[in-house]
């Protein structure tokens, strides 16, 4: 089986983070892309510049008109930016639900940057979080979603994720924001906890890290038969992505992973191309 994954969020010029990111994934993992931009944001390695809104109306339109003629397996959704996106992408979704919809609640870049209205929280958790089956929220995130300062360990994670469960069955609560040698994340899925850890990565290039992990989890979901199998195997691809990252050259910034760093010649991992 091919899966067909829809992916809703903005853009990325520089082609870590975003649609590109999504995009890139999907291949990566066997399944086919399509896609729905809310947003034209200005952007580099370095931080984003502006971001140019689109409207709730013109979101609408190219979910209904792609939903009209394609069957979607699964659904990420990314950066979003208002509440007028937000509640259009909620009514399609109460009206034509897919197999996995995976949201990644994109507030602020990795840069600092704030992508998601303070006013468009609400909308967010009240109208858009109880129609996904998965959110995959980083600290920061999660702190915003639930009102409260970011977890800072473990056990105050653990208690964050339980409260998270309250807004959706399944809850992947990444735990990169803090410090040791490995990272931690708390998975919490089809009724258990899983506790997940990898080796912390040392690269600068992590552009895009969150975009990733969200688009293999909905890539993988059709094809894998739990969320906890499709987390993890995410997990991995992203790790190995993390690793390969400094063999590309991307800007003078926070460089993008290796999306495709299993696939292309010349890449520890990577499979030589035949002539």
């Not at 892309?33 to 971001?51: D, E, H, I, L």
């Not at 339109?61 to 792609?66: A, E, I, R, T, V």
């Not at 998601?116 to 959110?135: F, G, M, S, T």
């Not at 040791?180 to 912390?200: I, K, N, V």
């Amino acid at each position: 089986m091919i899966p067909t994954v829809l992916t809703i969020a903005g853009t990325d010029p520089s082609g870590g983070a975003g649609i590109s990111a999504d995009l890139k994934t999907f291949s990566a993992l066997g399944a086919f892309g399509t896609v729905v931009v809310t947003a034209v944001v200005s952007q580099n390695t370095r931080g984003v510049a502006a971001v140019h809104q689109l409207t709730g109306r013109q979101v609408r339109g190219q979910l209904d008109n792609l939903l009209e003629d394609v069957q979607v397996d699964a659904i990420k959704i990314g950066m979003l930016g208002t509440a007028d996106v937000i509640e259009q992408v909620a009514e399609v979704l109460a009206c034509r639900p897919a197999r996995a919809v995976v949201l990644d609640p994109v507030m602020v870049a990795s840069s600092g940057d704030r992508l998601l209205e303070p006013d468009a929280v609400v909308a967010l958790r009240e109208r858009l979080i109880p129609l996904c089956d998965l959110i995959t929220p980083n600290l920061p995130e999660a702190g915003d979603l639930l009102g409260v300062s970011p977890a800072s360990s473990l056990t105050a994670m653990a208690a964050q994720l339980g409260e998270l469960h309250s807004m959706a069955p399944n809850v992947l609560l990444k735990g990169g924001h803090l410090t040791g040698e490995e990272s931690t994340d708390l998975l919490y899925a089809d009724g258990r906890t899983y506790e997940l850890t990898a080796p912390r990565v040392h690269t600068t290039s992590t552009h895009g890290t969150g975009c990733t992990l969200s688009a293999a989890i909905a890539a993988l979901r059709p094809v894998r038969p739990s969320w906890e199998q499709a987390v993890r195997e995410a997990k991995d691809y992203l790790t190995g992505a993390l690793r390969a990252a400094d063999q590309l050259h991307i800007g003078s910034g926070h460089g993008p992973v290796h999306h495709f760093h299993a696939v292309w010649p010349n890449t520890p991992g990577g499979r030589a191309v035949r002539e």
